[in-house]
């Protein structure tokens, strides 16, 4: 008899807002037996203990443990894993966010980038003396000592916000291209080196070699 093969394709991280965790919340699996597949998709696997609004700490897995409750639920059952072999899950109460905490939280961190930003670019133009350049640059044009605003420095001023908008690709909900923007993809990066070092310290803490 030709053994049944169960595909699980586990995500890395998984955000959950109830407390019983189940198969089918974290992976994909697939089998041609789809009774096997209804089973398999039934089995739990982490059970989180409530605390109000708070979060509770993440479960780190291993494929390994799911394995051997894969292979109770039928004989000749065969796993092919093609997706993370150890796994996070995070347990989010389902939770209304307050409005008013949201908004502060977002007028703050715009005033801070705004600031930060401004600051930036003041200290570079001082650094390389962009107003001095832009005053040869006129000088060099026109035959004459630029007083006060010049077209240079209206350009120069637009061509930074143009570019700003351009490289990061966003402004508001709208997007130039459908390309992820800069920001995503150095929040998926830091999500992935923050996935795996939490599972390196729960394996390190396993085998007892101290973390801090």
């Known amino acids: 008899m030709a053994n049944e093969i169960v595909y699980l394709k586990i995500a890395q991280m998984t955000e959950v807002h109830k407390t019983d965790v189940y198969l089918r919340d974290i992976a994909e699996i697939y089998c ?3 009774s096997i597949e209804a089973k398999a998709k039934t089995i739990k696997v982490a059970s989180f203990h409530a605390r109000g ?3 509770s700490n993440p479960y780190i897995g291993s494929v390994m443990e799911l394995v051997g409750r894969l292979e109770e639920i039928g004989k000749n059952i065969e796993i092919n894993n093609i997706g993370q072999t150890d796994f996070v ?3 989010k109460p389902n939770a209304k966010p307050i409005l008013i905490f949201e908004w502060l939280k977002t ?3 715009s005033v801070i980038a705004f600031f930060g930003a401004a600051f ?3 200290t570079f133009n001082n650094d390389v ?4 350049v832009f005053n040869k640059l006129y000088n060099l044009a026109m035959g004459a000592e630029a007083e006060g605003l010049t077209i240079l420095e209206c350009s120069y001023s637009l061509g930074i916000t143009l570019g700003i908008l351009v490289f990061f690709n966003h402004f508001a909900k709208w997007k130039l291209t459908v390309d992820p923007t800069p920001i995503e993809v150095e929040m998926r990066l830091y999500e992935e080196n923050l996935n795996k070092t939490i599972i390196q310290n729960h394996s390190r803490k396993e085998s007892g070699i101290d973390v801090s």
């Open 32 to 34: 041609q037996d789809r």
């Open 53 to 55: 609004k708070k979060e």
């Open 89 to 91: 899950i995070s347990y």
């Open 107 to 109: 007028v703050f961190i």
């Open 120 to 122: 930036a670019i003041m």
């Open 129 to 132: 003396n962009v107003p001095d």
